[in-house]
């Protein structure tokens, strides 16, 4: 009953739909020594794309439900978007030679009515999925060596040593002077620093404290700016599990059975775990500010009656700076979360799920 409410519901939304005129600019920077024809085709493009996300910002604000059907096929119809989009006038068309930019502003045409069709269609395929499909469990985990050492970077010293000497050679023959030059040329080189990358398996981990809420916060801006609604899994789970995920490099089977369970039984289709490790402390050779580098990786769940995994981003290393040690972890842990969050919306994504 409730996937029929909302095919009425967007069929409502969309059935008095025509042609929709807007005003939209666009910049357009060209590596070309002068504007070719591809560089022009390219920039009236980028207007399209840009008339499209004017028009869906204006079109679907306050309706979530019809945006959320637009993003499904989104991707879809901008490798279309002549399909859908006609510049009917050019109110300024100007060529900056000197910044090599095509400074665009146009009159654009949404043929809505090609909209409707295909984001109906998506629609109908999409109501056969789970009606809660938005919402997403996270839960993150973020960890640090007890014992981080310092290690300067590699440094390679070339010197080279030239000394010449003259000499003056009086000829037997026609008693002429002549100059003789010798040279010689030494070099040493000198090499100091390196570090040597830390395994897993050679530290011991410990809890990085303060900063459970930013990661989540900046993990549920990005899913939420792709149409899911991010729930903070550290609620309704056992806080005895983040030890066990700082400690190994696998949850039990008996943990990931609960943490299946309960999102299960909490009626939330998809889950998302990730495993922060930060596991080594250098120098950065070009500020000389501390660099932090941590090991990443997060799995992507689908939940009915079952958990199964449908995306994996990582293990993969990311590295940041900052001021001070406890800064730089910072800067690589929100780094590291932003990366995975959208790698794993891609992924949702590219298998239709959104």
């Given at each position: 009953?409730?996937?029929?409410?909302?095919?009425?519901?967007?069929?409502f939304t969309f059935q008095f739909l025509h042609a929709y005129e807007i005003k939209v600019s666009s910049s357009y920077k060209y590596n070309s020594w002068s504007l070719t024809d591809d560089d022009r085709n390219t920039a009236v493009t980028e207007l399209k794309k840009a008339a499209l996300k004017k028009y869906t910002n204006?079109?679907?604000?306050?309706?979530?439900s019809a945006y959320r059907e637009f993003k499904k096929v989104e991707a879809q119809i901008q490798s279309n978007i002549d399909d859908y989009v006609n510049v009917i006038s050019y109110l300024v068309d100007d060529n900056d030679k000197k910044n090599k930019t095509l400074?665009?502003?146009?009159?654009?045409?949404?043929?809505?009515?090609?909209?409707?069709?295909?984001?109906?269609?998506?629609?109908?395929?999409g109501n056969a999925m789970p009606s809660e499909i938005s919402e997403i469990?996270?839960?993150?985990?973020?960890?640090?060596?007890?014992k981080l050492n310092v290690f300067d970077p590699k440094k390679t010293a070339v010197e080279k040593i030239s000394t010449e000497t003259y000499n003056s050679e009086i000829s037997q023959v026609d008693n002429t002077g002549a100059e003789v030059t010798t040279s010689s040329e030494s070099t040493d080189i000198s090499q100091?620093?390196?570090?040597?990358?830390?395994?897993?398996?050679?530290?011991?981990y410990g809890p990085i404290q303060g900063l459970d809420e930013q990661l989540f916060a900046k993990s549920a801006q990005i899913f939420n700016d792709n149409m899911f609604e991010p729930i903070d899994a550290s609620q309704f789970l056992d806080s005895s599990i983040s030890e066990e995920y700082i400690t190994g490099d696998s949850l039990s089977r008996d943990t990931k059975n609960y943490i299946y369970k309960t999102v299960i039984d909490y009626e939330i289709p998809f889950l998302i775990l990730s495993k922060l490790k930060v596991d080594s402390l250098a120098t950065d050779p070009d500020t000389g500010m501390p660099m932090i580098s941590l090991i990443a990786i997060t799995e992507v769940y689908e939940c009915e009656r079952f958990c199964k995994s449908i995306a994996t981003v990582g293990p993969e290393r990311r590295q940041a700076i900052g001021n001070n040690?406890?800064?730089?972890?910072?800067?690589?842990?929100?780094l590291a979360v932003e990366s995975s969050s959208?790698?794993?919306?891609?992924?949702?994504?590219?298998k239709g799920v959104r």
């Open positions: 009953m409730k996937n029929f409410i909302l095919i009425i519901a967007f069929l204006e079109k679907f604000s306050g309706n979530k400074n665009l502003t146009a009159k654009v045409e949404i043929l809505e009515m090609d909209l409707e069709y295909i984001i109906f269609d998506s629609s109908a395929i469990a996270i839960f993150t985990v973020a960890a640090k060596a007890k100091s620093g390196g570090s040597t990358e830390f395994k897993s398996s050679e530290l011991e040690e406890n800064e730089a972890i910072t800067n690589a842990l929100i959208q790698q794993s919306v891609d992924m949702m994504n590219a």
